[in-house]
C-alpha cells in the first residue's frame, strides 16, 4: 500500500493526464457513434458518406499503383509525407 501511494503522489500530474485522455477518448468515440447514428438516418448524407469512402478506396489503389510503378518517386513521396503516414497507419 505504502509504495503504491508513494508512487502516486510522485506522478499525480502524469496519472491526471493519462485518466483525463482515457475519459476524453471514450466521450470522443460515443460522439463518433453519435455522428454516424445521424448520417446513416438521412439518405442524402449516407449516400455522400458512401461515396467519400469509395472515392478514398481508390485514391489508395491509384497511389499504390504508383507506387508500385515509380519506386524512385515513391521514397520521394514517403520522405514528403512521412509525419502523416506515421501518424495514419
Known amino acids: 500500500k ?3 501511494r508513494k508512487f502516486v503522489k510522485e506522478n499525480k500530474k502524469v496519472l491526471r ?9 471514450a466521450l470522443g468515440a460515443k460522439g463518433l457513434r453519435d455522428i454516424d447514428k445521424v448520417i446513416d438516418a438521412n439518405p442524402e ?3 455522400r458518406k458512401a461515396e467519400i469512402n469509395k472515392n ?3 485514391l489508395t489503389t491509384r497511389i499504390k499503383k504508383f507506387i508500385a510503378a515509380n519506386p524512385e518517386d515513391a ?6 509525407y512521412s509525419y502523416y503516414l506515421k501518424r495514419y497507419k
Open 2 to 4: 505504502t509504495m503504491n
Open 17 to 25: 493526464e493519462f485518466l483525463s485522455n482515457i475519459v476524453a477518448a
Open 45 to 47: 448524407l449516407k449516400q
Open 56 to 58: 478514398a478506396q481508390e
Open 75 to 80: 521514397a520521394k513521396l514517403k520522405k514528403k
